[in-house]
């Protein structure tokens, strides 16, 4: 699939739509290279929350990436919009929006947070970044955010 600007922004489309669809980690992992070695990496510090400031390298490594999401978190009403692709760097960048809780304390937050995607030749991701309230998700963790 040659990375022109349509097939960049259906691939990052279809990440996002089966990331809000809430697909288990082996179906979100289709969408990620098998010729370069792919990378996740949520921003922030590793002390707040288990799926931060590490990176998650490899295949395996971001399919455990999206499982510790999974086992911390639940979301809902989860949408992306704005997309902005650049063909020649072969980057995609998305606002994505939802109301998320911690799981364990049960504590919920709305959230507007950013992904910038990396491909590669055939459309498929290497590099997975992700800015978000970083706040939010430490004081839910530990039941102080004040409203739920």
């Not at 998650?56 to 009403?77: M, N, P, Q, W």
Request: one cysteine or more; charged letters at 25%; hydrophobic letters at 35%.
């Amino acid at each position: 699939m040659p990375t022109t600007r349509d097939n960049l922004l259906h691939a990052a489309k279809s990440l996002c739509i089966d990331f809000a669809s809430k697909k288990d980690p082996d179906t979100l992992i289709t969408h990620f290279s098998t010729t370069h070695q792919c990378v996740a990496y949520e921003h922030g510090l590793p002390i707040l929350a288990p799926f931060l400031g590490r990176h998650f390298v490899g295949r395996d490594g971001v399919r455990d990436y999206f499982k510790k999401i999974a086992l911390t978190l639940s979301f809902e009403r989860m949408e992306f919009s704005e997309y902005i692709v650049d063909s020649e760097v072969q980057k995609v960048s998305v606002k994505g929006r939802a109301r998320f809780t911690w799981l364990s304390t049960q504590q919920s937050w709305d959230e507007i947070f950013t992904y910038v995607l990396d491909f590669d030749d055939d459309c498929k991701v290497t590099d997975y970044q992700v800015w978000a309230d970083t706040g939010a998700a430490y004081l839910a963790s530990r039941g102080q955010l004040g409203t739920s």
